[in-house]
């Protein structure tokens, strides 16, 4: 049981799970060994039973893990964990071809061709290696974001493939070759079988055989007639058409023989695709010769004998019946070259009395064929010299002969008729067509344009006409009322007259966003079916746009100039002191320069002052009272400080004496400038006593004297100053 975070094989980390088939899951995980994204697809637990299936995969595994071509997904490791069985395979981050189409509901021609060509590419490179696919369809065929094509699947497409039908099919039954279906032996034509149906589903967006289960579509791969691709689409070309159906013949040997044949032609068909080059195989009797079994001898004898009582039903079966069936299938594709006995007969008389009789039929045969020869070399003999004659020559009354009524006709009007109401106004008169095609602008696809006999001329019966079929008109021209047409109203418009469809944008300044603006060729240009057409869609006005000038450095009237040179509006003007730009500079702009803008749009810029004067000059505030100094140092720029001490001056109290910065100096703004506020005059004092003089004019001892005994111990710890 895989689970994410879990290793396998000691190596890759399973991330996420990223799909699931009918026989395997496929997980995103981590190779840590080469520290890379791979896809591992491990193979479902039902299957692990079954140890031949998986000995299968395995084998098959490793003889894709040989293949290394850019168109198909590259097989890096095959291996097993346990009961886990696993692929490792490159990772291609992308989407399928059959999301790619239901997404886009059908592809376009080119584009079809294009992925067809990586598709064989790839499938040329798995059968030059002898490995063949056998599950070609969408779901195995990947588009990365690149948009390169790649093929997967390979290395267990071929294990899975050897069940039939009949026990487990696997893969899509809507692909399926019908020998694949029937559980007959597939080859290489069988993988181009699958690659016409997915080319067939590009084209229309449809698979050609839909039904209430995998039987019923199996069954309709093998006996239904596949209605071509034009019915559905009919802007396909003759050339892709026949591509898809001879891909899609139900006899392998009616296909393309091998992919490289196939590629030729699509490239032929992506350079003429309205020439008409494929060619149809037909069947071929030099097929290899081989033994044929006693039970077959035998199922041809009851069938010979059997066919003679037959009723018209079954003798009128299908045509793959008569063809194709499970008898000459087994004959053809199935013979057991291992049980060699079975081959050759029991014993040697058998094979005498075996000789001696097809000795018998052979003589009769050419005794027939001999008498045959003679009889008819008599009749026409006689036809030539009229010795089958018997009428007398008489003559009817319109005075023709009696020979003349019988063996003649009158030549009915063919031209303008389809084959089928051609063929039947000719059955009754006895004559049969010979067909040729060609273009034509007066005759639809499929109408006859031409005949041999013209209208009333009378031929004789069981001749052979030749008749002229309209392959419609190769003519058209670009319509010539596009301009202004929505893009559905465009695409409609060119489909109709046959042409191929390729849009853009361009900006105009007369037609509105959306709507066609140009068409290349130009409107009623003659072309041919199938010409492709480039519409251009308007974007509407273009804005045109302009680079914002440098204008730092530059002075006011250099600015405005280059601001008009360059198509762009001057905007508001500002000055501002600046430390950097002299005066008259501009010292910045509102949009940097290099700067992208539409034209007309505003600049602003400002205009340096030159360096600011940051010095203030001090106010006279003395003799002004504190609350009017502080203020007039505030508003000069300067920081007031007040003196926490009032000191006599012979100002009044309350008033500035002092400053520490002089009245009318030049300071740095914001520089702090003390004052001191006046406590009045000082007052009168009394003279000081006669044994203390007062602490301003005592002076202190010059050297301090030593204390005597006689001193008071405690005036010493008072400093030595006596009480």
């Given at each position: 049981?895989?689970?994410?975070?879990?290793?396998?094989?000691?190596?890759?980390?399973?991330?996420?799970?990223?799909?699931?088939?009918?026989?395997?899951?496929?997980?995103?995980?981590?190779?840590?060994?080469?520290?890379?994204?791979?896809?591992?697809?491990?193979?479902?637990?039902?299957?692990?039973?079954?140890?031949?299936?998986?000995?299968?995969?395995?084998?098959?595994?490793?003889?894709?893990?040989?293949?290394?071509?850019?168109?198909?997904?590259?097989?890096?490791?095959?291996?097993?964990?346990?009961?886990?069985?696993?692929?490792?395979?490159?990772?291609?981050?992308?989407?399928?071809?059959?999301?790619?189409?239901?997404?886009?509901?059908?592809?376009?021609?080119?584009?079809?061709?294009?992925?067809?060509?990586?598709?064989?590419?790839?499938?040329?490179?798995?059968?030059?290696?002898?490995?063949?696919?056998?599950?070609?369809?969408?779901?195995?065929?990947?588009?990365?974001?690149?948009?390169?094509?790649?093929?997967?699947?390979?290395?267990?497409?071929?294990?899975?493939?050897?069940?039939?039908?009949?026990?487990?099919?696997?893969?899509?039954?809507?692909?399926?070759?019908?020998?694949?279906?029937?559980?007959?032996?597939?080859?290489?034509?069988?993988?181009?079988?699958?690659?016409?149906?997915?080319?067939?589903?590009?084209?229309?967006?449809?698979?050609?055989?839909?039904?209430?289960?995998?039987?019923?579509?199996?069954?309709?791969?093998?006996?239904?007639?596949?209605?071509?691709?034009?019915?559905?689409?009919?802007?396909?070309?003759?050339?892709?058409?026949?591509?898809?159906?001879?891909?899609?013949?139900?006899?392998?040997?009616?296909?393309?023989?091998?992919?490289?044949?196939?590629?030729?032609?699509?490239?032929?068909?992506?350079?003429?695709?309205?020439?008409?080059?494929?060619?149809?195989?037909?069947?071929?009797?030099?097929?290899?010769?081989?033994?044929?079994?006693?039970?077959?001898?035998?199922?041809?004898?009851?069938?010979?004998?059997?066919?003679?009582?037959?009723?018209?039903?079954?003798?009128?079966?299908?045509?793959?019946?008569?063809?194709?069936?499970?008898?000459?299938?087994?004959?053809?594709?199935?013979?057991?070259?291992?049980?060699?006995?079975?081959?050759?007969?029991?014993?040697?008389?058998?094979?005498?009395?075996?000789?001696?009789?097809?000795?018998?039929?052979?003589?009769?045969?050419?005794?027939?064929?001999?008498?045959?020869?003679?009889?008819?070399?008599?009749?026409?003999?006689?036809?030539?010299?009229?010795?089958?004659?018997?009428?007398?020559?008489?003559?009817?009354?319109?005075?023709?002969?009696?020979?003349?009524?019988?063996?003649?006709?009158?030549?009915?009007?063919?031209?303008?008729?389809?084959?089928?109401?051609?063929?039947?106004?000719?059955?009754?008169?006895?004559?049969?067509?010979?067909?040729?095609?060609?273009?034509?602008?007066?005759?639809?696809?499929?109408?006859?344009?031409?005949?041999?006999?013209?209208?009333?001329?009378?031929?004789?019966?069981?001749t052979v006409i030749k008749v002229t079929v309209s392959k419609g008109s190769t003519k058209t021209e670009v319509p010539d009322d596009l301009i202004g047409m929505t893009r559905e109203q465009a695409l409609k418009a060119l489909r109709d007259a046959g042409l191929d469809v390729e849009f853009d944008e361009i900006y105009s300044d007369t037609v509105k966003e959306g709507l066609v603006a140009k068409v290349s060729p130009g409107l009623g240009t003659p072309a041919t079916i199938g010409d492709k057409v480039k519409v251009y869609l308007s974007k509407g006005e273009e804005t045109k746009t302009t680079e914002v000038p440098q204008l730092l450095g530059k002075t006011e009237n250099r600015a405005k100039q280059d601001l008009k040179d360059a198509n762009l509006e001057v905007g508001s003007i500002t000055k501002d002191y600046s430390d950097d730009y002299d005066e008259g500079e501009i010292m910045s702009q509102s949009i940097r320069s290099g700067s992208t803008v539409e034209i007309g749009t505003s600049i602003n810029f400002v205009v340096s002052r030159g360096k600011k004067d940051t010095t203030v000059r001090m106010p006279d505030v003395i003799g002004r009272s504190e609350s009017d100094a502080v203020a007039m140092i505030q508003n000069a720029g300067l920081v007031p400080a007040v003196y926490p001490e009032r000191l006599h001056s012979n100002m009044d109290a309350g008033l500035i004496f002092d400053a520490d910065v002089t009245p009318g100096t030049k300071v740095e703004a914001g520089t702090t400038v003390e004052i001191y506020?006046?406590?009045?005059?000082?007052?009168?004092?009394?003279?000081?006593?006669?044994?203390?003089?007062?602490?301003?004019?005592?002076?202190?001892?010059?050297?301090?004297?030593?204390?005597?005994?006689?001193?008071?111990?405690?005036?010493?710890?008072?400093?030595?100053?006596?009480?």
């Amino acid at each position: 049981m895989v689970r994410l975070g879990m290793f396998l094989g000691e190596r890759y980390e399973i991330l996420e799970k990223i799909g699931s088939g009918g026989m395997s899951e496929v997980y995103r995980a981590r190779d840590h060994r080469l520290n890379r994204d791979v896809a591992i697809k491990v193979l479902k637990q039902e299957f692990n039973s079954d140890r031949s299936f998986i000995g299968k995969f395995r084998t098959e595994a490793h003889a894709a893990a040989c293949l290394s071509h850019p168109n198909i997904v590259h097989v890096f490791d095959v291996g097993d964990d346990g009961d886990i069985h696993y692929i490792v395979m490159e990772l291609v981050e992308g989407i399928t071809l059959k999301t790619y189409v239901s997404k886009k509901g059908k592809l376009e021609i080119r584009e079809t061709i294009g992925i067809a060509m990586q598709v064989a590419q790839g499938i040329e490179a798995a059968h030059a290696q002898h490995i063949v696919h056998r599950d070609i369809k969408p779901q195995n065929i990947m588009i990365s974001r690149d948009g390169k094509v790649k093929v997967t699947d390979f290395g267990i497409a071929k294990a899975a493939t050897s069940e039939t039908i009949t026990s487990s099919t696997m893969g899509s039954v809507h692909y399926i070759s019908p020998e694949q279906a029937r559980g007959g032996y597939c080859d290489e034509r069988s993988d181009i079988y699958s690659l016409g149906i997915t080319m067939y589903e590009m084209l229309t967006g449809r698979v050609p055989f839909e039904g209430d289960s995998t039987v019923s579509v199996a069954l309709l791969h093998i006996q239904a007639e596949m209605v071509s691709p034009r019915k559905y689409e009919p802007m396909i070309p003759v050339s892709l058409e026949k591509i898809v159906l001879k891909c899609t013949q139900k006899k392998p040997e009616m296909r393309y023989r091998t992919v490289t044949e196939l590629i030729g032609n699509l490239k032929q068909a992506l350079m003429t695709p309205n020439e008409d080059f494929v060619h149809m195989n037909s069947i071929s009797s030099n097929g290899p010769t081989r033994v044929i079994s006693k039970d077959e001898v035998n199922q041809i004898r009851n069938g010979a004998a059997m066919g003679r009582d037959m009723d018209k039903t079954e003798a009128l079966d299908s045509d793959y019946d008569r063809y194709y069936d499970d008898e000459e299938e087994e004959a053809r594709y199935q013979l057991d070259y291992d049980d060699e006995d079975d081959m050759l007969p029991d014993d040697d008389d058998e094979e005498d009395e075996e000789g001696r009789r097809s000795e018998k039929v052979y003589t009769i045969i050419g005794i027939a064929v001999a008498v045959v020869i003679v009889l008819l070399a008599l009749f026409i003999m006689g036809k030539t010299f009229g010795w089958f004659d018997f009428s007398g020559g008489g003559k009817t009354e319109t005075g023709s002969t009696e020979e003349s009524v019988g063996t003649e006709v009158l030549m009915p009007n063919l031209l303008g008729k389809t084959l089928d109401e051609a063929e039947k106004e000719l059955e009754p008169l006895d004559l049969e067509m010979k067909l040729s095609y060609s273009e034509s602008g007066d005759y639809e696809d499929g109408e006859i344009m031409e005949q041999e006999y013209p209208e009333g001329t009378s031929v004789k019966r069981h001749t052979v006409i030749k008749v002229t079929v309209s392959k419609g008109s190769t003519k058209t021209e670009v319509p010539d009322d596009l301009i202004g047409m929505t893009r559905e109203q465009a695409l409609k418009a060119l489909r109709d007259a046959g042409l191929d469809v390729e849009f853009d944008e361009i900006y105009s300044d007369t037609v509105k966003e959306g709507l066609v603006a140009k068409v290349s060729p130009g409107l009623g240009t003659p072309a041919t079916i199938g010409d492709k057409v480039k519409v251009y869609l308007s974007k509407g006005e273009e804005t045109k746009t302009t680079e914002v000038p440098q204008l730092l450095g530059k002075t006011e009237n250099r600015a405005k100039q280059d601001l008009k040179d360059a198509n762009l509006e001057v905007g508001s003007i500002t000055k501002d002191y600046s430390d950097d730009y002299d005066e008259g500079e501009i010292m910045s702009q509102s949009i940097r320069s290099g700067s992208t803008v539409e034209i007309g749009t505003s600049i602003n810029f400002v205009v340096s002052r030159g360096k600011k004067d940051t010095t203030v000059r001090m106010p006279d505030v003395i003799g002004r009272s504190e609350s009017d100094a502080v203020a007039m140092i505030q508003n000069a720029g300067l920081v007031p400080a007040v003196y926490p001490e009032r000191l006599h001056s012979n100002m009044d109290a309350g008033l500035i004496f002092d400053a520490d910065v002089t009245p009318g100096t030049k300071v740095e703004a914001g520089t702090t400038v003390e004052i001191y506020v006046s406590a009045g005059p000082e007052p009168e004092t009394t003279a000081p006593p006669t044994t203390q003089a007062p602490p301003e004019t005592q002076a202190p001892p010059e050297t301090p004297a030593a204390p005597g005994p006689e001193e008071n111990p405690a005036g010493a710890e008072n400093g030595g100053a006596t009480p």
